[in-house]
Nanobody, 119 residues
């Protein structure tokens, strides 16, 4: 079984920065992508950013130019550097690890970490 442990959430003022981390442990195999999703109050969970083992990235339009995703394959860890934060970025942020081959063999989620952007 795989576990995802997130850290780095908290309260930050508008315009501030935060860095989220997510470490995966367990039996991880195959071609995969790690990423971040978020769910704001009263909203559905949405994509924030993903990154493959090879370094290919994908961002939601709402965070392009403000957020940067990266990963350390040796540590099975993914990071999300968030800058120029806005109140609308307030959400629970979830780490995701999924097999990107077909058929998909696994899709794991972390427990979530709260990010609150408020003055």
């Amino acid at each position: 079984q795989v576990q995802l442990v997130e850290s780095g959430g908290g309260l930050v003022q508008p315009g501030g920065s935060l860095r989220l981390s997510c470490a995966a442990s367990g039996s991880i195999f195959g071609t995969n992508a790690m990423g971040w999703y978020r769910q704001g109050p009263g909203k559905q969970r949405e994509l924030v950013a993903t990154i493959t083992r090879g370094g290919s990235t994908n961002y939601a339009d709402s965070v392009k130019g403000r957020f940067t995703i990266s990963r350390d394959n040796a540590k099975n860890t993914v990071y999300l550097q968030m800058s120029s934060l806005k109140p609308e970025d307030t959400a629970v942020y979830y780490c995701n690890l999924r097999d990107i081959s077909w058929p998909q063999r696994y899709n794991y989620w972390g427990q979530g970490t709260q990010v609150t952007v408020s003055s």
